[in-house]
């Protein structure tokens, strides 16, 4: 029962990490290829507007891939104004450290509802 538990619990952190991620960068109008929960090789995933919500067989962790991280992938198409290296600093900043403010948020509304 425990390690479920700890899967369970290690799922919604790691779900409210990366969505503070994806969340901002979509709200920067940045383009978000891919939400994932676990690492390769996928399980399932679904493909909704532009990107693909992914269910992988390792549970340790998730990831939002976000086009543009690597500048070497950005070509001169029409998204490259909306590629993470396009971004000014501070948009880069914010969609970067928003995974650990938003595991501090939910910490603080944890803490605050009891």
């Known amino acids: 029962m425990s390690v479920v ?4 619990v290690l799922f919604v952190l790691v779900i ?3 969505f503070g991620h994806f969340i901002v960068a979509k709200k920067a109008g940045i383009r ?3 939400f994932a929960f676990g ?3 996928r399980l399932g995933s679904i493909k909704k507007g532009e990107t693909r919500y992914s269910f ?3 549970p340790l962790g998730g990831y939002v891939k976000i ?3 690597n500048p ?3 070509s001169d198409d029409k998204d490259k104004k909306r590629s993470f290296t396009a971004q000014h600093r501070l948009v880069q900043s914010a969609v970067i450290v928003a995974g650990v403010v938003f595991n501090i948020l939910l910490a603080w509304l944890l ?3 009891t």
């Open 32 to 34: 978000v290829d891919e």
């Open 111 to 113: 803490i605050s509802s």
């Open 56 to 58: 992988n067989a390792l």
């Open 67 to 69: 086009y543009g991280e």
């Open 16 to 18: 409210v990490h990366e």
């Open 72 to 74: 070497d992938d950005v």
């Open 39 to 41: 690492f390769p090789p």
């Open 5 to 8: 538990l700890f899967f369970l």
